[in-house]
């Protein structure tokens, strides 16, 4: 799954991964061959494995973009047939408003205001009643830190929260 794109084939996360290696090596196009081979060659090596009968496998993947100050994350489940599950980048949001809590409490900057572009995930964290699904759980976790250390949660969209230095 691409953030927020709805569910993706797995042909369609192969091209946009190659189309995101595209323009990364744009910057360095003498390393691009190169690369792309390495790329072919590792794929050729490393393929996903399902699970044994009966269990499932919880895919997880998260990215950096330090140039352009974007982070992308994602969880999907498969069945021992390979099938689609569940995904959810929704838990993957709330864990990361998990995270910076964790974050914020061990820098001791609190009390603190968490901004995350994720509207229906801090909707979910200021109702205070965490849903019965999967994001419960993490979303319980939240309200519990955000009472015990003063913390507020709050929506803004993703151009207000970029890094400021003055």
């Known amino acids: 799954m691409i953030h927020n794109a709805g569910a993706k084939s797995e042909e369609d ?30 794929m ?21 973009c330090s140039e352009r ?3 992308g994350f994602g969880i999907v489940i498969h069945n ?13 949001e709330a864990y990361v408003i998990f995270l910076g809590i964790l974050f914020a409490k061990d820098t001791g900057v609190l009390p603190t ?13 200021n109702a205070e009643i ?3 699904v999967e994001i419960g759980i993490v979303i319980s976790d939240i309200i519990s830190f955000c009472k015990l250390y003063d913390i507020r949660v709050v929506f803004a969209l993703r151009s207000a929260n970029v890094f400021h230095i003055t």
Do not use: H
């Open 69 to 71: 100050n974007l982070v």
């Open 130 to 132: 965490p849903p019965s």
């Open 80 to 92: 021992y047939d390979g099938e689609v599950m569940g995904y959810s980048s929704q838990i993957a």
């Open 13 to 42: 996360i192969v091209e946009w991964a190659k189309n995101c290696l595209e323009e990364f090596c744009k910057v360095d196009k003498d390393n691009l061959e190169k690369i792309k081979g390495m790329g072919q060659r590792i």
């Open 113 to 125: 205001v968490i901004e995350f572009n994720a509207k229906t995930v801090v909707d979910l964290i």
């Open 44 to 64: 050729k090596e490393i393929r996903w494995e399902r699970p044994r009968e009966g269990m499932f496998k919880v895919n997880t993947d998260a990215t950096i």
